[in-house]
């Protein structure tokens, strides 16, 4: 069973930064486009950003210019390097393997204040 884990969510002020990563085992992580969704609290999960096994990145226009993700070296590990956080960026963050049925993580909380 393919699992991912996350890590490095938290508290940060408006204007910081934080860096979520994700690992997972087995070549489905390293073979399919990986990436992030968030939940903010009554709203929909919405698409964050994502990368293929060949680094192609695509990006969220509410995030683009301020998230950066990228695949570790081992390419077992995704990250999401996020810079000049917003209160809007608030929400729980979800790693996933886009496969059929897709593979999610447990989700990491990040909240921003302003």
């Known amino acids: 069973q393919v699992r991912l884990v996350e890590s490095g969510g938290g508290l940060a002020q408006a204007g910081g930064s934080l860096r979520l990563s994700c690992q997972s085992s087995?070549?489905?992580?390293?073979?399919?486009?990986v990436g992030w969704y968030r939940q903010a609290p009554g709203k929909q999960r919405e698409f964050v950003a994502s990368?293929?096994?060949?680094?192609?990145?695509n990006y969220a226009d509410s995030v683009k210019g301020r998230f950066t993700i990228s695949r570790g070296n081992t390419k077992n590990t995704a990250n999401l390097q996020m810079n000049n956080l917003k209160p809007g960026d608030t929400a729980v963050y979800y790693c996933?393997?886009?496969?059929?049925?897709?593979?999610w993580g447990q989700g990491t909380q990040v909240t921003v204040s302003s």
């Open positions: 996933y393997i886009q496969w059929s049925p897709v593979v």
């Open positions: 087995g070549s489905l992580f390293r073979t399919n486009p």
């Open positions: 990368v293929t096994a060949t680094n192609n990145t």
